[in-house]
């Protein structure tokens, strides 16, 4: 069971798709897959942090497309509705916002995890 870490309430991710067609199915069917090499953060951050907000952006795009709360960890089960090989298990997740922001509009927000880069 999830237990919220008091130095971590909140953790942010930014996931990038491949294409906007997984990006429809996830708002459909609230559920999204990541590659493994990430399963293993997003599941440390679900189980130390109050909430897990995921922004999407497909790549390429120049724009996020809206986020999402992570509302379980990442399971072994996989899905072929992505058509994207190399995913990992399914998780599921709960679709806050679905709208097209341009990365102009989050310039000003800067990673200083990531050498102050700007977020996108």
Not at 13 to 22: D, E, P, R, V, Y
Not at 49 to 73: D, K, N, P, W
């Amino acid at each position: 069971s999830k237990s919220p870490s008091l130095s971590m309430p909140v953790r942010y991710f930014i996931m990038k798709s491949s294409n906007l067609h997984n990006l429809g199915i996830s708002q459909q069917k609230g559920i999204w897959s990541t590659t493994p090499s990430n399963e293993g953060k997003l599941n440390k951050a679900f189980c130390e942090s109050s909430t897990v907000y995921l922004i999407f952006s497909v790549q390429g795009s120049g724009h996020f497309q809206g986020f999402a709360r992570m509302s379980s960890e990442i399971g072994s089960e996989q899905s072929q509705c992505w058509g994207s090989p190399g995913l990992g298990g399914v998780f599921k997740v709960d679709w806050i916002r679905k709208e097209s922001i341009p990365f102009q509009f989050a310039q000003h927000l800067l990673n200083p995890w990531n050498d102050n880069k700007k977020v996108q």
